[in-house]
């Protein structure tokens, strides 16, 4: 693919002449990782609202794919791995966890599928199926993630309509609790039903909550655009909402 080919060639480049791609280490470029890695998860928010959104798509997984090419090129000057050894090692995961595309293997749904995933990593380990889980993930994230692989021990409930008692059972339970601890602790649990209502709908809850927040900031801006002394904040927050929908 001469694109790619071309591309690496880029950073390559850019690694031997540009004053600031030489000066960076794996290190520097973590937090332009995490930063990238955001800004796609609210272009994906967005890409509902109009078509054109996918070129913030394209654009920002670009800017994702160049902090791989660093870091791997950084790599690769250390003597450690290069690109090549990046994508042969996907491929060779990809086809190793996937029996039921590239073997014999019969899988008919995508729980069947995580569950096969789950086991294949644990291959010849007595480790926790939760060791791999990323203490430094976002707390929903990791909620999500911990409750995805909860599945293979079939510790989830059977539908949507379960979780969503599970989350009202825990809504209750913040009600009558009686003091400031018990509140912090039972909102915790609120949560934690949350993200795993989420998963009954297949729906990212990273991306929902992105989703939800660019709404209220929206409505906000109008608000703070149209707002006056004697205001109707109410009225206003109609308003903004109204707009949404032209």
């Not at 890695?37 to 798509?57: G, P, T, W």
């Not at 009202?168 to 913040?174: I, M, N, Q, R």
């Not at 009225?235 to 903004?240: D, G, R, S, T, Y």
Request: glycine share 2%; hydrophobic share 35%; with cysteine.
């Amino acid at each position: 693919m001469n694109e790619f080919d071309e591309l690496v060639g880029i950073v390559k480049k850019l690694r031997e002449e540009c004053p600031w791609d030489m000066e960076q280490t794996h290190e520097s470029l973590s937090r332009h990782l995490i930063e990238e890695a955001y800004e796609l998860l609210d272009s994906l928010a967005s890409i509902e609202e109009k078509d054109s959104n996918y070129e913030h798509v394209k654009d920002e997984l670009g800017d994702l794919l160049l902090q791989i090419l660093l870091h791997s090129k950084i790599a690769e000057e250390n003597n450690k791995f290069a690109i090549v050894d990046v994508i042969k090692s996907l491929q060779a995961k990809l086809i190793e966890r996937h029996p039921h595309v590239f073997g014999d293997v019969k899988l008919d749904s995508a729980e069947e599928v995580e569950k096969q995933w789950e086991t294949l990593k644990q291959k010849d380990s007595d480790a926790s199926i939760f060791d791999d889980i990323n203490s430094k993930l976002p707390s929903i994230t990791k909620a999500f993630k911990t409750q995805r692989k909860a599945k293979k021990l079939n510790l989830s409930y059977a539908s949507y309509e379960e979780a969503l008692e599970d989350l009202l059972s825990e809504v209750k339970e913040l009600e009558e609790a009686e003091n400031l601890e018990e509140r912090k602790s039972e909102i915790g649990d609120v949560l934690f039903a949350i993200v795993n209502v989420c998963r009954y709908l297949d729906a990212d809850p990273e991306i929902q909550l992105n989703k939800s927040t660019q709404r209220f900031i929206k409505r906000a801006q109008y608000v703070e655009k149209h707002i006056e002394d004697d205001s109707d904040l109410e009225k206003l927050w109609v308003e903004a909402k109204k707009t949404e929908e032209k």
